[in-house]
Structure formats: structure tokens, C-alpha cells
């Protein structure tokens, strides 16, 4: 179903974005050189203000912490290069008339410190999100994400990012799975009820 195959989405950049960069405060400061100390807690500002920005669907404000080239992969294998097509994306399935989602929330975790090469770093982590799409259905999805980042002037800039879920198990495939198993309930009844009326014409008596 073309709405069901969204939150796999989605993911949605919005899943996407936000959890980009932190650096996991489990670690502790001392372990951390001071410099990089002092990345870790820029980057920890931008994971805070993509979740707050996707939280309240200010498309403006996630934008701004993107790559121009940024590459999103998102749970469906869709692709989406560059600001302009994550626009359309977020239309698509969240701010446009046509949208699958009407609403989004998600809480993200890093597993780690940020790796840091350089100007570049990877981060990686889980998210718990919310979905609620127009047909009323209500969706919570564990997912899995990495995001790659570079540093261009005195600001990081997500460059890619990558969401996951479990493929064997998550919201929509047990929806799927009770869909079937409704249907073929449905089929059973049917064929149980066109056999007894059948058995019923065959067995009536032959008149004279």
C-alpha cells in the first residue's frame, strides 16, 4: 500500500535529519580531547535543534542544517540528493494537500561519541518516532540511523544520512500480517458459506 510503504519512509527526512550529530553524553568530558570536546557540543546543538525542528515541522530550520549535496536514504530505498528534493519529499508525505503523515514526533539517541576524521564525522544511533497518517493510522517505529558529516568555514553540515528499521519486525508488517489474516478469514467464511448452500441444492428433493 502506497501510504504503508511512506513510514518506511520516511522515513521521512525528518526521521532522518535530526539525529545527526550528537555526541553521546554517557562518555565522559575527560576522555574527549578538548578540542574535540568543543565539537562534540556543536554537534550535540544541531541534534538538539533538528529534533525540535521536526517536532514542530519547521521544514525551514531542518533545511539549514543540510549539505547542499546532502544524499537521504530513507526506509522505502528511496533516494533524495540535494535540499530541493528533500522539499519535495517533505511535501510528499508530510506539509503537501496529498500527504501521507499529519503528523510526526520522534526522540533521537546516539550510541557513541561522534567519529571524527578531520572535517568530516560519522555518527550513529536509534530514534523512536510517531507517526499518525491521514487514513488514522497511528505508527510507532524503532529505527536505526547513521549520518555523515563535514565541517565547511566554522560550520557542520549533515552531508548523507541513512534510516533504517527492522524489516522482520516493526508496526507495518504486523499491520500487513493482520490484514491477511483477516482477509483469509474473510475468504474462509465466504468459501465455508457457498459450500453449505451448494450442499444445500444438490441434496433438495427431486419433485414429481
Known sequence: MVRT????LLALLFVAVPLVSGAQ????????ASGDEATHQALRAIKQDMEDALNKQDLDRLLSHLHPDVVFST???DVRVGKDAIRAYYAQMLGGPDSVVKKVTAKFDVDALTRLYGNS???YGSSLDHYILNDGTDLVVNGRWTCTLVKEGDR???A????STNVFDNPLLTKVKNAAMGFGALVAVAALAAGFFIGRRGRRPATA
Open 75 to 77: 526506509m522505502n530505498n
Open 5 to 8: 510503504r511512506f513510514v518506511g
Open 160 to 163: 548523507a544520512f541513512h534510516y
Open 156 to 158: 557542520w553540515l549533515i
Open 25 to 32: 553524553e554517557a562518555v565522559a568530558p575527560a576522555a574527549v
Open 121 to 123: 564525522g560519522v555518527a
